[in-house]
């Protein structure tokens, strides 16, 4: 990625952390985390790689999903709207586990070591 793409990326990634935030009340959404974007070269395209945190009686997976993406047609509007750029990229939501996967990770490490401790 070059330095204006990868400047794009965080403002694009900070703007929508905001919008999560601040402006998007679909509780699906809520416990939604960021972890990284890629712009394309051309910069119409957004993807947009999140986590969440599965809470006990918190939306699923998959209802979060399709609450990002139905919100992708709001953000890319308030993209234009905040972002000094030509034409907003048109963005799109994908799901990234490495989260989930790391505190699973962790929690295997947790265990081995209780383990060896008996």
């Not at 905001?18 to 959404?29: A, F, K, M, S, V």
């Not at 799901?95 to 060896?116: N, V, Y």
Request: charged share 35%; proline share 5%.
């Amino acid at each position: 990625m070059s330095r204006r793409t990868e400047r794009v990326a965080e403002e694009v990634r900070a703007e929508i952390a905001r919008l999560l935030r601040e402006e998007i009340t679909d509780p699906r959404i809520r416990l939604v985390t960021l972890t990284r974007v890629d712009v394309a070269p051309d910069l119409a395209r957004a993807d947009v790689f999140w986590s969440m945190v599965e809470a006990e009686g918190g939306p699923a997976l998959d209802d979060t999903e399709r609450a990002l993406e139905r919100a992708s047609g709001f953000v890319r509007h308030r993209l234009a709207e905040a972002l000094p750029l030509r034409r907003a990229p048109s963005v799109h939501f994908h799901h990234d586990p490495s989260l989930a996967l790391g505190a699973e990770t962790l929690g295997l490490l947790r265990s081995l070591r209780e383990d060896d401790e008996r």
